[in-house]
């Protein structure tokens, strides 16, 4: 019963990383560019939630929708004014463009927040219900499920939609989308915008879960590497469930050693898939 | 112009410039080496001294500047040259931190054996992941060695027995020798050099730096690195050995950060994993390496004397905005400087012009 | 001379056997056997998305075949690197050149060689008269004009002197002076005893430049034989012109 219990919650966890790893994915698919700053973008909706609810005693969930906004507004400007113009240049650029945005903002966070942690505590979703005889966290399932809605209104977004079509044209060749006539730039402007969005509510999410902090981001842009490597880049599907796949052995790894152990399972396995099958479970290889 | 079929053994001259030893060298390049020579004869005896006239704060300010020296340099080798943005700067930093602490601590051996063994050891552990890890392509490389510096931390962390985990590591302090009445000019300098030993281990590491890089720089080794930059499946298409190349240029840059965590542990007397783990000596490796102008020999130093200076005054009006200087400046460096303040210099023609700089 | 006479007194230095490859849903190489014989040029031809490129990327180890067998001299390097199989004596120019840009033209030719950097030196500069580009010697290759970029790889592979010489598309956007020099070059070689196995669009040269040619279709080899036999094959004709 035990393990069972703690699987479910690896599940549940897994979940809201795939929102965020999701996000991660679609700008790496259409503009190629590694976002390193992915984290800080998560931490910063983590925050907004914090702050709502401490300071104005906003209800968690209310708050997601305003991270999220606030966050699809700071992506595109970001987007806008500095990472348009590296999309073009050589990897390294970009690499390090957005490692120096990562610790611009995380330097930013810790001047005004402090590195302490924080944490929502929202009575409503505090303790667990019982699901067929399992303690099922209450925020883990309240936010699997928010997650999972987003991931899989993002998923129908660009399936259906006719801008969904332009982005997956555009990530899947570039050049020819222009040339269909696909504004190529205003796509890279929404995508980063919505991948930002996505780390934000991940972020608001996350906050409902753990102590939150400034420097949060660097623990969680590993665990979305980790995701993406083993899904395969480019696959919405390989995304979600490597996710899952990480969740559920973070959560055991914790349960049967300790905690330091378990933060090193996603980067172990990171480098494991690396060295044996670079293109992951569902990647095409490139 | 002549033929070079006439004179074999002469150089081969082609318009008013000689080709030496195989490699264009217009004009005054020809002297580059010697220039260099000198700069580095007249900066070793000035940084020798050093310490006999400055404040304790100024020396070890100059130990961080030369710590910063050799971090980017080294980066430089695998990264500058040839192309393979590394974040493992970190990892090799802290293993070399606790290889050197713990040596130290376990009073195995004396400090200079234990830095050099941090730093080899390093070296040696470089090769033996290189293998696997450069197989990788470029964005695939950096994050494996992002997922490398954070697994190390993870694993020295959780090693506690042995590394003593999360407690840190308590090393002892060098004890200050004082001047004896009658002492000899020789025995200040001893002293000297006894009371300012980390300094004058930072100044070795970060002269073999350099020098290395220089090697590098003017070799056809450095070619080979410089064709895997621009083209790593030509290069390889044309026989060029590429993974013996990256492997090795993996390895030599790892002995450096390692190397230089070790004397800084030293230093500051005391490490943890979450301190010299910390992702920030892979960030000031790069920075100061962009900063200064990404696979040149000068750049690393004009970097790092820059960049230090900036940052303890940073440090001195607010600590918490050192993260956001760097940060900020590697996304300045990034839009507005590719080429770093050697190109800048160069377009400015403060500096010759020249891609051996 | 016919095609059994050219065999007959020629050895094979490069036996590709029933090779094949596939790409996810595409057959790109298709059990292709193809035989080149010492001393000649072989040309290889086939309408675009035969499997050409990819057979060439095959044969010089940039990808590997996954069934059949490539022999080099006798051989097998179907699993080999590169850089290995450019040190037993194959060299390769690429469709769209491949200098390294951001190094000089004589770094560009002594990066590759192997012999002492002074003796590379002096060849590259040999090698750089002898098609009057001397001049270029320190311009970076980025900044060349596409035949002179073209040209330049031409040298670049014959610095490391190969006994093979892979040629992929080098007359595509190419003027006819450049062309001329690249003919030469080409001739050079030959007479030097060198084997060149090249493709390319322009039937008319290739006509002219090849003893033996092999016809590739989506991945298959569809004939092979002389210029004429292969001129007068109807499959060919079909495969060019549409079915």
């Given at each position: 019963?035990?393990?069972?219990?703690?699987?479910?919650?690896?599940?549940?966890?897994g979940?809201?990383?795939?929102?965020f790893?999701?996000g991660?994915?679609?700008i790496?698919?259409v503009?190629?560019?590694i976002?390193?700053?992915?984290?800080?973008?998560m931490?910063?909706g983590?925050?907004?939630?914090?702050?709502?609810?401490?300071q104005?005693g906003?209800?968690?969930l209310?708050s997601?929708?305003?991270?999220?906004?606030?966050?699809?507004?700071?992506?595109?400007?970001?987007?806008?004014?500095?990472?348009?113009?590296v999309?073009n240049?050589?990897l390294?650029?970009?690499?390090?463009?957005?490692f120096?945005?990562?610790?611009?903002?995380?330097?930013?966070?810790?001047?005004?927040w402090?590195?302490?942690?924080?944490?929502?505590a929202?009575?409503?979703?505090?303790?667990?219900?019982?699901?067929?005889?399992?303690?099922?966290?209450?925020s883990?399932?309240?936010?699997?499920?928010i997650?999972?809605?987003?991931?899989?209104?993002?998923?129908?977004?660009?399936?259906?939609?006719?801008?969904?079509?332009?982005?997956r044209a555009?990530?899947q060749?570039?050049?020819?989308?222009?040339?269909?006539?696909?504004?190529?730039?205003?796509?890279?402007l929404?995508?980063f915008?919505l991948?930002?969005?996505?780390?934000?509510?991940?972020?608001?999410?996350?906050a409902?879960?753990?102590?939150?902090s400034?420097e949060?981001?660097?623990?969680?842009?590993?665990?979305?590497?980790a995701?993406?490597v083993?899904?395969?880049?480019?696959?919405f599907?390989?995304?979600?469930?490597?996710?899952?796949?990480?969740?559920?052995s973070?959560?055991?790894?914790?349960y049967?050693?300790?905690?330091?152990l378990?933060?090193?399972?996603?980067?172990?396995?990171?480098?494991l898939?690396l060295?044996?099958?670079?293109?992951?479970?569902?990647?095409?290889?490139e | 112009?002549?033929?070079?079929i006439?004179?074999?053994?002469?150089?081969?001259e082609?318009?008013?410039?000689t080709i030496?030893?195989?490699?264009?060298?217009p004009?005054?390049?020809?002297y580059?080496?010697?220039?260099?020579?000198?700069?580095?004869?007249?900066?070793?005896?000035?940084?020798?001294?050093?310490?006999?006239t400055?404040?304790?704060?100024?020396v070890?300010?100059?130990l961080?500047?030369?710590m910063?020296?050799s971090?980017?340099?080294?980066?430089?080798?695998?990264?500058?040259?040839?192309?393979y943005?590394?974040?493992?700067?970190?990892?090799?930093?802290?293993?070399g931190?606790?290889?050197?602490a713990?040596?130290l601590?376990y009073?195995?051996?004396?400090?200079?054996p234990a830095?050099?063994?941090a730093?080899?050891?390093?070296?040696?552990l470089?090769?033996?992941?290189?293998?696997?890890?450069?197989?990788?392509?470029?964005?695939?490389?950096a994050?494996?060695?992002?997922?490398?510096?954070?697994?190390?931390?993870?694993?020295?962390?959780?090693?506690e027995?042995?590394?003593?985990g999360?407690?840190?590591?308590?090393?002892?302090?060098v004890?200050f020798?004082?001047?004896?009445?009658?002492?000899?000019?020789?025995?200040?300098?001893?002293?000297q050099?006894?009371?300012?030993?980390?300094?004058y281990?930072?100044?070795?590491?970060?002269?073999?730096?350099?020098?290395?890089?220089y090697?590098?720089?003017?070799?056809?080794?450095?070619l080979e690195?410089?064709?895997?930059?621009?083209d790593?499946?030509?290069?390889?298409?044309?026989?060029?050995?590429?993974?013996?190349?990256?492997?090795?240029?993996?390895?030599?840059?790892?002995?450096?950060?390692?190397?230089?965590?070790?004397?800084?542990?030293r230093?500051?007397?005391?490490?943890?994993?979450p301190?010299?783990?910390?992702v920030?000596?892979?960030?000031?490796?790069?920075?100061?390496a962009i900063?200064?102008?990404?696979?040149t020999?000068?750049?690393?130093?004009?970097g790092?004397?820059?960049?230090?200076?900036?940052?303890?005054?940073?440090?001195?009006?607010?600590?918490?905005l050192?993260?956001?200087?760097?940060?900020?400046?590697?996304?300045?460096?990034?839009?507005f400087?590719?080429?770093?303040?050697?190109?800048?210099l160069?377009?400015?023609?403060?500096?010759?012009?020249s891609?051996?700089? | 001379?016919?095609?059994?006479?050219?065999?007959q007194?020629?050895?094979?230095?490069?036996?590709?056997?029933?090779?094949?490859?596939?790409?996810?849903?595409?057959?790109?190489?298709?059990?292709?056997?193809?035989?080149i014989?010492e001393?000649i040029?072989?040309g290889?031809?086939?309408?675009?998305?035969?499997?050409?490129?990819?057979l060439?990327?095959?044969i010089t180890?940039l990808?590997h075949?996954?069934?059949?067998?490539?022999h080099?001299?006798?051989?097998?390097?179907?699993?080999?690197?590169?850089?290995?199989?450019?040190?037993?004596?194959?060299?390769?120019?690429?469709q769209?050149t491949?200098?390294f840009?951001?190094?000089?033209?004589?770094?560009?030719?002594?990066?590759?060689?192997?012999?002492s950097?002074?003796e590379?030196?002096?060849?590259?500069?040999e090698?750089?008269q002898?098609?009057?580009?001397a001049?270029?010697?320190s311009?970076y290759?980025?900044?060349?004009?596409?035949g002179?970029?073209?040209?330049?790889?031409?040298?670049?592979?014959?610095?490391?002197?190969?006994s093979?010489i892979?040629?992929d598309?080098?007359?595509?956007g190419?003027?006819?002076?450049?062309?001329?020099?690249l003919?030469?070059q080409?001739?050079?070689w030959?007479?030097?005893?060198?084997?060149?196995?090249l493709t390319?669009?322009?039937?008319?040269?290739?006509m002219?430049?090849?003893q033996?040619?092999?016809?590739?279709?989506?991945?298959?080899?569809?004939?092979h034989?002389?210029?004429?036999?292969?001129?007068a094959?109807?499959?060919?004709?079909?495969?060019?012109?549409?079915?």
């Amino acid at each position: 019963m035990d393990v069972l219990q703690v699987i479910l919650s690896g599940l549940l966890l897994g979940g809201v990383y795939a929102l965020f790893a999701a996000g991660l994915n679609m700008i790496f698919g259409v503009m190629r560019v590694i976002n390193l700053a992915h984290g800080e973008l998560m931490m910063l909706g983590a925050y907004i939630t914090f702050f709502l609810f401490s300071q104005a005693g906003v209800n968690p969930l209310l708050s997601i929708p305003l991270s999220a906004v606030a966050l699809l507004v700071l992506g595109v400007l970001l987007q806008f004014t500095l990472v348009e113009r590296v999309v073009n240049q050589p990897l390294l650029s970009s690499l390090l463009l957005t490692f120096g945005l990562s610790t611009l903002m995380m330097g930013i966070a810790l001047n005004l927040w402090t590195s302490n942690f924080r944490s929502v505590a929202w009575s409503p979703l505090t303790g667990s219900w019982d699901v067929a005889g399992l303690a099922v966290s209450k925020s883990r399932l309240v936010a699997f499920a928010i997650a999972l809605l987003v991931t899989g209104a993002t998923w129908l977004f660009l399936k259906k939609s006719i801008f969904g079509k332009a982005i997956r044209a555009t990530s899947q060749h570039a050049e020819v989308a222009q040339i269909c006539g696909i504004d190529v730039r205003r796509v890279r402007l929404a995508t980063f915008g919505l991948g930002s969005a996505m780390a934000a509510i991940s972020g608001s999410l996350i906050a409902m879960i753990f102590t939150i902090s400034p420097e949060m981001g660097r623990m969680f842009i590993g665990k979305a590497f980790a995701i993406i490597v083993l899904g395969g880049l480019g696959s919405f599907a390989g995304t979600f469930v490597g996710a899952l796949l990480l969740g559920t052995s973070e959560t055991l790894a914790a349960y049967y050693t300790d905690t330091q152990l378990a933060e090193a399972v996603a980067y172990a396995v990171l480098l494991l898939v690396l060295l044996i099958r670079p293109s992951g479970l569902f990647g095409r290889a490139e | 112009m002549s033929s070079p079929i006439d004179h074999p053994t002469a150089p081969a001259e082609v318009e008013d410039t000689t080709i030496v030893r195989g490699r264009p060298t217009p004009g005054w390049e020809r002297y580059l080496g010697w220039i260099y020579l000198v700069i580095l004869i007249l900066a070793t005896g000035f940084l020798i001294w050093y310490p006999s006239t400055a404040t304790a704060y100024a020396v070890s300010l100059a130990l961080i500047v030369l710590m910063t020296i050799s971090l980017a340099s080294s980066w430089n080798f695998l990264s500058g040259f040839g192309g393979y943005t590394s974040f493992g700067h970190a990892g090799f930093f802290g293993i070399g931190s606790y290889t050197g602490a713990l040596l130290l601590h376990y009073e195995k051996v004396s400090w200079i054996p234990a830095v050099i063994i941090a730093g080899l050891g390093a070296g040696m552990l470089a090769l033996v992941i290189g293998y696997p890890v450069l197989r990788l392509r470029g964005p695939y490389f950096a994050i494996a060695m992002l997922a490398f510096s954070e697994l190390c931390r993870v694993l020295i962390t959780a090693w506690e027995s042995v590394t003593l985990g999360g407690h840190g590591v308590y090393l002892p302090i060098v004890r200050f020798q004082r001047e004896e009445d009658g002492a000899t000019a020789w025995d200040r300098f001893g002293i000297q050099l006894h009371n300012n030993q980390n300094y004058y281990a930072m100044l070795v590491l970060a002269i073999i730096a350099v020098s290395i890089a220089y090697a590098i720089g003017t070799s056809r080794f450095g070619l080979e690195l410089l064709a895997i930059r621009d083209d790593e499946v030509a290069a390889q298409s044309m026989g060029i050995q590429t993974t013996r190349v990256k492997i090795t240029a993996f390895g030599l840059s790892a002995i450096f950060p390692a190397t230089a965590g070790a004397i800084y542990a030293r230093q500051v007397g005391y490490i943890d994993p979450p301190t010299v783990f910390l992702v920030i000596w892979s960030i000031r490796s790069i920075a100061t390496a962009i900063l200064g102008g990404q696979g040149t020999i000068l750049g690393p130093i004009i970097g790092a004397i820059v960049l230090t200076l900036v940052s303890e005054r940073v440090w001195e009006i607010n600590p918490n905005l050192y993260q956001v200087i760097f940060g900020g400046l590697i996304v300045l460096v990034v839009l507005f400087m590719p080429g770093g303040l050697i190109f800048l210099l160069q377009k400015r023609g403060i500096l010759p012009r020249s891609r051996r700089l | 001379m016919s095609q059994a006479a050219i065999h007959q007194e020629r050895s094979v230095v490069l036996d590709v056997k029933s090779v094949s490859k596939r790409f996810g849903g595409i057959q790109a190489v298709n059990n292709a056997t193809l035989a080149i014989s010492e001393g000649i040029v072989t040309g290889v031809i086939g309408p675009n998305g035969s499997g050409k490129s990819t057979l060439f990327n095959l044969i010089t180890g940039l990808d590997h075949p996954d069934s059949g067998e490539i022999h080099f001299n006798g051989q097998n390097i179907g699993q080999l690197q590169p850089d290995v199989i450019n040190r037993l004596g194959m060299g390769r120019t690429f469709q769209l050149t491949r200098l390294f840009g951001k190094m000089t033209v004589l770094e560009n030719l002594v990066v590759v060689s192997r012999t002492s950097r002074r003796e590379a030196g002096d060849r590259a500069i040999e090698l750089l008269q002898s098609l009057g580009l001397a001049g270029l010697w320190s311009e970076y290759a980025e900044n060349l004009s596409y035949g002179q970029q073209k040209l330049v790889e031409f040298l670049r592979l014959s610095m490391s002197d190969p006994s093979l010489i892979l040629l992929d598309e080098p007359f595509a956007g190419v003027n006819p002076v450049m062309e001329q020099k690249l003919l030469e070059q080409l001739h050079a070689w030959i007479d030097s005893g060198k084997t060149v196995l090249l493709t390319d669009h322009e039937m008319a040269i290739m006509m002219e430049l090849c003893q033996e040619i092999f016809v590739l279709d989506h991945g298959d080899v569809i004939a092979h034989g002389s210029p004429e036999q292969v001129r007068a094959d109807e499959s060919v004709m079909e495969a060019y012109f549409g079915r």
